[in-house]
């Protein structure tokens, strides 16, 4: 069975359902170093936008997972490890894609570079394009967000906006809320107004669920976050947990299948087991020597358990 170098999935998203991520920047080569962030602090801060992974293999790699025979995906995800607008070739890697496949191609990006109007161009063709806002200040912005000097929080906000009136596809704003850091009563008052001038389709609320870059990033109870979801209005909801299992791995591509996933993200016990298919019990079995070989380690968060690489290999 073929490995991919620059796919990982399908994997359980909350927000796409069954997603096949396609990474375009190598790991954490990103714009911003959230305090939150599941795949950790970023190790190259960067505006330089390149073609840091080759655009025809990445393609190639597309075409060749498309061509297996399995049950549908519902979105190809361009995501992964970093920001995926740093790509120079994005707008081009999206069109093969819309060449091969109907499937809905969506970008997750952290929104920094839209205030360029050859990024915001180069997103058009995508179906569903998902920034992330989590600060209207500037002040709440470097503290979240921890962006390099070049940025200002009001380009990032003005960005989005322009990109709002040339786009025709679906935009999904997303805010992540850190106890203490962007939940206070004046941010929010901002925030409800930044998103009336953005205009996005769906607002997604997010708080910290996974093990964050810092481990001072704390999440907001439920209530917290319903009663932001009530003060932003219809188009706010809060984003639930995935519930439904992917197709099943083969037992003999477990570890490989399981090594690929962790090395993107952190996942917990109950979301590993859903994304695979397979029990918690099977689940534990195929977990433990992984755990006892110092290959995964245990992180505990929120009083759930969750399993992440303990070294990154470039290899899987």
Known sequence: MRTFRY???PVPSRRLGRSLGIDLVPHKVCTYNCIYCQVGRTTE?????????????VLE???????????????LSLSGSGEPTLHSQIRSIIEGIKGMSKTPVAVLTNGSLLYEKEVREDLLLADVVLPSLDAVSQEVFRKINRPPGVFSVDNVIAGIVEFRKIYRGQIWLEILFCRGVNDGRDELRRMKEA???????????????RPPAETWARPLSNQELEEIRVFFGERASIITEFDRHLFSVSEGNRRQEILKILKRRPLSHVDLSKGMGISPEELEG??????????????FFEDSVYYEMAKRDESL
Do not use: C, M, W
């Open 286 to 299: 195929e977990i433990r020597p992984l755990v006892q070989e110092g290959t995964v380690r245990v992180r």
């Open 195 to 209: 998103i009336d001038r953005i205009g996005p389709d769906r607002v997604h609320l997010n708080t910290v669920v």
């Open 45 to 57: 801060e960067t505006v330089v936008r390149k073609e840091y992974i080759p655009k025809e293999e």
């Open 61 to 75: 790699e597309v075409r060749s997972f498309l061509a297996k025979e399995g049950p549908p995906i519902d979105h």
């Open 7 to 9: 796919l990982y999935g």
